[in-house]
T-cell receptor, first 115, second 114 residues
Framework: AQKITQTQPGMFVQEKEAVTLDCTYD???????LFWYKQPSSGEMIFLIY??????QNATEGRYSLNFQKARKSANLVISASQLGDSAMYFC????????????FGKGTTLSVSS | NAGVTQTPKFQVLKTGQSMTLQCAQD?????MSWYRQDPGMGLRLIHY???????DQGEVPNGYNVSRSTTEDFPLRLLSAAPSQTSVYFC?????????????FGQGTRLTVV
């Protein structure tokens, strides 16, 4: 079975600072995908970044990067130069190799950015 | 581009009532799923479908039924609503078998059972 663990219920950061949101996972699949989603207070789910288990380089998308450490089974999201608009809930998720497997989510981390 | 459309956005039900949450996608995705989101619990999978005529249970299927008669639609039925089903429900779709493709989400349905 697959499992995603996010151990930080809440994180606080000042504007323009970097912040790391932790995510660890467990799976027996040799190949899998890891995702991060953002959920602002308006409620929609916004896809941020993807990392494949066989990708050699850490994924980056603008101010978002994924610190992927396969041996430690961690996929931490790094947000550089935080902005007030980054205040939201962030979810880590994974999908296994087998076709048709579900996207499994962690419990989320609430990020609060202050000025 | 509509993407994934959920209706209604808000609903209040009385205990024991039934209702159907609608979900439609226009991206020709084979894979569709329903999640519920509760405070502190993240998104938990209720049911999913890998194509028309094929459905399966997720982590929390009790109290919910689904069917998939077309590629586009994946309704979620509550046969006898209970207060424990008060939650925010999300429908999502993605191309089948694509582990590297993100799921596309609807806007969510906030359901309150009184």
């Amino acid at each position: 079975a697959q499992k995603i663990t996010q151990t930080q219920p809440g994180m606080f950061v000042q504007e323009k600072e970097a912040v790391t949101l932790d995510c660890t996972y467990d799976t027996s699949d040799p190949s899998y995908g890891l995702f991060w989603y953002k959920q602002p207070s308006s409620g929609e789910m916004i896809f941020l970044i993807y990392q494949g288990s066989y990708d050699q380089q850490n994924a980056t998308e603008g101010r978002y990067s994924l610190n992927f450490q396969k041996a430690r089974k961690s996929a931490n999201l790094v947000i550089s130069a935080s902005q007030l608009g980054d205040s939201a809930m962030y979810f880590c998720a994974m999908r296994g190799e087998q076709a048709g497997t579900a996207l499994i989510f962690g419990k989320g981390t609430t990020l609060s950015v202050s000025s | 581009n509509a993407g994934v459309t959920q209706t209604p956005k808000f609903q209040v039900l009385k205990t024991g009532q039934s209702m159907t949450l609608q979900c439609a996608q226009d991206m020709n995705h084979e894979y569709m799923s329903w999640y519920r989101q509760d405070p502190g619990m993240g998104l938990r999978l209720i049911h999913y479908s890998v194509g028309a005529g094929i459905t399966d249970q997720g982590e929390v299927p009790n109290g919910y039924n689904v069917s998939r008669s077309t590629t586009e639609d994946f309704p979620l039925r509550l046969l006898s609503a209970a207060p424990s089903q008060t939650s925010v429900y999300f429908c999502a779709s993605s191309p089948f078998g694509a582990k590297d493709t993100e799921a596309f989400f609807g806007q969510g349905t906030r359901l309150t059972v009184v």
